[in-house]
């Protein structure tokens, strides 16, 4: 059974591009299954810093042949972009190494003028989302009017369905009081954008199942993150895809048989981007000191939006939670080294609700605003980590910090990362 499933168990920001890299050293084939340019997958390669958000993180290893399943949604001007800059990195990005498949669906220049629209609509009450026409593109999906990407390949059909798509999407845009974008002018580029992508087009599900079938492995890289999920998730502040392990299968188009390994991704600590319930969120000195300042890469600032990330304590409720809906077989844990310093450590065991105590998720909305979490405190360590290699050089209190982590959620953990770089991940 050659598939495995990365999984991030958060809100996202997990660390999964650097995970997905590792893993992508001995697959095949690395396919994004869900989201669009929303996410970020930040990996460092030496002196190299690489910023994907969209294309999947197995570009960066010459080995693997790199999918956008028919679950994302691309924004065509976006993803050249990407790919040119890849290119210009020394990235080796043609029709061989990536393919797009024609069933994703295309975020125009409307649903990103609709997303803006909708989100200033919303003024407190808003989601938080990065504005970049993502939930749009997946409504108009669910509602079968949406645009393919199969329909990049004749490029006079692509301009006059994006055209008609726009002139509709004004009309709702004028009714909320919000600025109609020019059909005409969004088209031009759109186009040009489509001509360059179009040979990258293919039936990725049916060369998904082929190469299954001859026995090479698979990594099915996600975005986001299990509490963002659309069905599993903070709902309504959440994305609008399925980032979850169901997600992999229909955002790819194969069979359950195939799937072997779900890992799941979570922090050492918990951070969250946009709004939404957050119930061991810290604030003042304590946020500061896991966010770092964003003058690292590393530091706790989206890679996408640049928006600093709420941060607070680890929370095994929401990872118990996500182990389940996700079936996870390991947990990847990362930035531990993030927590040296600290005399102690906090990790959420449970939640308290007007004195009643609350041992798993989901909650409604009503109930998520009245959560009080319930602290179990462990020691810490103050010997920086980013030079250790080995388990057995990690601080004991680290490794006993891992192994509460892993107790608590019945779950293994062999792998912890120490560090940005591809050689600071450490093996149990």
């Not at 990407?149 to 845009?173: P, V």
């Not at 059909?183 to 199942?209: G, M, R, W």
């Not at 360590?381 to 050089?393: D, K, Y």
Request: charged content about 20%; proline content about 5%; overall charge negative.
């Amino acid at each position: 059974m050659p598939a495995t499933i990365l999984v991030g168990a958060q809100w996202g920001d997990e660390g999964k591009g650097r995970v997905a890299d590792w893993l992508a050293s001995d697959s095949d084939v690395v396919a994004r299954y869900a989201g669009g340019d929303n996410a970020g997958h930040t990996v460092y390669v030496g002196s190299q810093v690489f910023k994907l958000h969209l294309i999947p993180s197995g570009i960066l290893r010459e080995r693997a042949v790199c999918l956008l399943g028919n679950g994302t949604v691309i924004n065509p001007v976006n993803m050249v972009r990407e790919i040119e800059e890849l290119r210009a990195a020394g990235v080796a990005v043609d029709p061989q190494r990536l393919m797009i498949s024609t069933r994703a669906h295309i975020i125009t220049p409307a649903h990103i003028a609709l997303d803006k629209a909708s989100e200033s609509a919303l003024g407190a009450g808003k989601i938080g989302t990065t504005l970049r026409g993502i939930g749009p593109a997946y409504t108009d999906k669910t509602n079968r009017n949406g645009l393919r990407a199969g329909q990049m390949a004749d490029s006079e059909a692509f301009a006059d369905a994006l055209y008609k798509h726009t002139t509709t999407a004004n009309q709702r845009l004028m009714r909320d009081n919000a600025e109609p974008i020019d059909p005409h002018q969004s088209a031009v580029e759109y186009v040009e954008a489509a001509a360059k992508l179009k040979p990258f087009l293919c039936d990725t599900s049916a060369y998904i199942n082929s190469r299954l079938k001859e026995g090479a492995r698979v990594l099915c890289e996600g975005a986001q993150g299990t509490m963002l999920d659309i069905d599993h998730g903070d709902y309504p502040f959440v994305t609008s895809s399925s980032p979850t392990v169901g997600g992999a299968l229909t955002g790819l188009g194969f069979g359950a048989k195939w799937v072997d390994r779900v890992v799941g991704v979570a922090k050492a600590f918990s951070t969250r981007v946009g709004s939404g319930p957050f119930p061991t969120e810290l604030d003042g000195a304590l946020a500061d000191r896991l966010r770092g300042t964003g003058e690292n890469f590393w530091d706790e600032f989206g890679t996408t939006t640049g928006r600093p990330r709420r941060c607070g304590w680890l929370d095994l409720i929401m990872l118990k939670y996500a182990a389940d809906v996700n079936g996870f077989t390991e947990l990847v844990l990362t930035k531990l080294d993030v927590l040296s310093g600290f005399d102690e450590l906090l990790i959420g065991v449970g939640y308290q609700i007007d004195g009643t105590m609350i041992h798993g998720l989901p909650l409604t909305t009503a109930e998520q605003a009245r959560v009080t979490p319930v602290y179990e405190r462990v020691p810490g360590w103050h010997e920086p980590l980013g030079s250790v290699r080995t388990w057995a050089a990690l601080p004991h209190t680290a490794r006993a910090y891992i192994d509460r982590i892993s107790d608590l959620l019945e779950l293994p953990i062999h792998t912890v990362s120490v560090g940005p770089e591809r050689d600071q991940l450490v093996q149990r």
